[in-house]
């Protein structure tokens, strides 16, 4: 896979910073901070906020749509569009609720599996065939009525203090499976991520 640009997804604006449903910007801004003097800045063609990491064809471009989730696709498909990329140079990173804090799901096409960001992507890209990786948020229960109810607050939440060092650790084996995917391809980053079972490290001789 030639990677050439990450939409990661969420809701703009400072009330929805940090919530589960923002992990795609969480990412980007994992990522862009393991880099030396990367910024973002706002981007009003793309609708947009962007950063660049490299330069030249190794250049790869990091888009955080403001458009809010459910309109993400256009933002994605305008920058795609003025950069001149397919489809096939496309990561987009995403919450999911079905997938536990420390699981990772990466795959290489595939539909919206009831997310509203990748429901917009495909619309606007009119393709099922890009990459995505689901970065798992937990869901509120496991009991189908309790979890529609409380399903809305739980991805507009934030991370307890409990689950912050869990989820520094995600960010982590994310930025390093990003990495592989640049180097050595879709398939060395599936097998690199799909099967971590990511948890809290502990010090030795420390109750857990």
């Known amino acids: ?12 604006g400072s009330r929805y910073a940090g919530t589960r449903h923002n992990a795609g910007f969480m990412v980007l801004e994992a990522l862009a901070s393991s880099q030396a003097q990367v ?16 330069w030249g064809e190794q250049r790869l471009r990091l888009l955080m749509p403001q458009t809010y989730m459910n309109a993400c696709g256009v933002s994605i498909r305008a920058a795609l569009d003025w950069f001149h990329l397919r489809p096939e140079h496309l990561l987009v990173v995403v919450d999911d609720m079905d997938l536990p804090l420390g ?6 096409e ?7 960001g990748l429901r917009s992507a495909i619309a606007h890209l009119n393709t099922q065939a890009f ?6 948020i937990g869901a509120p229960s ?11 607050g ?15 650790q995600v960010l982590n084996e994310v930025v390093r499976g990003i990495h592989i995917l640049q180097r050595q391809g879709l398939g060395a980053a599936m097998n690199a991520l799909n099967g971590l079972r990511i948890q809290t490290r502990t010090s030795p001789g420390i109750p857990h």
């Open 103 to 108: 699981r990772l799901r990466l795959r290489g």
């Open 39 to 54: 910024v973002f800045r706002n981007q009003t063609r793309l609708k947009a906020r962007l950063a660049e990491v490299g």
């Open 154 to 168: 739980h991805v507009l939440g934030r991370f307890s203090a409990e689950e912050d060092p869990l989820l520094r």
């Open 142 to 152: 496991q009991d189908r009525a309790v979890r529609k109810a409380a399903t809305v």
């Open 131 to 136: 990459a995505r990786l689901r970065v798992g």
């Open 1 to 12: 896979m030639d990677l050439r640009l990450i939409a990661g997804l969420g809701n703009p």
């Open 110 to 116: 595939g539909s919206d599996g009831g997310h509203k």
